[in-house]
């Protein structure tokens, strides 16, 4: 039988393109999104094109019950779940702290920390009842290295680079593998979402250099996921060529 992946926020960016590459490679899908008909096209675009059988959730991770009512209306083979990807998350604003929106602060808090750790309490324990899994978690440079008026949105991804750490504890006497994934500027939807659809100051982000696309870090988590078993990345740092750390970037302007 094909093997079930499920990827949390794939409607855009990283998230679909991750769909896309285990769809392409004849993995069964579970897709989860806030925007139903635009999860359905992709999940549709995605059973046309590669034959695949495909679920779809359509609930809010900031959501504990939804998170939970949706996971168990899975039918009891859709719950062998071999690969989760927690994706889903995003950054809002750019201020420093002491001008900081606390609604902004929330939600990032709400589904990068606690989003992804509802999703995982969910699924780990069907993992840890298979003895098998693999959990990618889509982590950031920002976790990695805290950088002006990110602060909110750095301390979230620390917190999820911490979550990996912890989790790869957790699950290896369980032989589920943690793979925490920390990309710096990929173009998709983030910078249109930070910036509160101002289009102009999101497209300045990616401007004078060659961003990562979502299929250049859909192709790294094919790779780590399809090595040999007893093989197991742990944490992963990429960046465009053009960019060295957080914030310093070879842009030619
Ligand atoms: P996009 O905005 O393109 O995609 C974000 C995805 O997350 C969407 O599918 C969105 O779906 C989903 N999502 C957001 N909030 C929620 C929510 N409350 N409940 C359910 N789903 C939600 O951005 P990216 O693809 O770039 O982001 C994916 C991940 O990668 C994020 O965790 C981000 O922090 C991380 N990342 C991004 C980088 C970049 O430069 N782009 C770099 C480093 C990390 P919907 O709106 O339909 O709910
Ligand atoms: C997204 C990358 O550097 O804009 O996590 O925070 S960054």
């Known amino acids: 039988m094909s093997k079930i992946v499920c990827v949390t926020g794939a409607t855009s960016g990283i998230g679909r393109a991750t769909a896309e590459i285990f769809a392409k ?5 579970i897709l989860t999104g806030r925007r139903k008909e635009l999860l359905e096209a992709v999940g549709e675009e995605l059973v ?5 059988d495909l679920m779809l959730l359509n609930f809010d991770v900031r959501n ?14 859709w719950k062998n779940i071999d690969i989760l990807v927690n994706n889903a ?9 002491q001008d900081g ?4 602060w929330e939600r990032m808090i709400d589904t990068n920390v606690k989003g992804l750790l509802y999703v995982s309490r969910k699924v780990l324990p069907w ?3 298979n003895n098998a899994g693999h959990v990618f978690n889509i982590a950031s440079i920002a976790g990695k290295e805290t950088y002006a008026n990110g602060n909110v949105y750095c301390a979230t991804k620390s917190a999820v680079d911490s979550l990996s750490r912890a989790m790869r504890i957790d699950m290896v ?10 990309p710096g500027a990929v173009e998709t939807e983030f910078s249109i979402v930070r910036f509160k659809g101002d289009l102009q100051r999101a497209d300045n982000v990616y401007k004078g250099y060659e961003p990562l696309t979502g299929a250049d870090i859909a192709d790294t988590i094919y ?8 093989v197991c990345i742990n944490d992963l740092v990429i960046t465009p060529k053009a960019q060295a750390s957080a914030t310093i970037f070879n842009k030619q302007l």
């Open 223 to 230: 790779y780590v996921a399809t090595l040999p078993d007893h």
């Open 89 to 97: 998350g995003l950054a809002v604003g750019l201020e420093p702290v």
């Open 127 to 129: 993992m840890v009842k």
């Open 173 to 182: 006497k369980h032989g589920i593998k943690v793979t925490n994934v920390a």
């Open 25 to 29: 490679n004849g993995y069964n899908l």
């Open 101 to 104: 929106n606390i609604d902004d």
């Open 48 to 52: 046309k094109k590669y034959k695949i």
């Open 64 to 77: 504990r019950e939804a998170v939970d009512k949706a996971f168990e209306s899975l039918p009891s083979g």
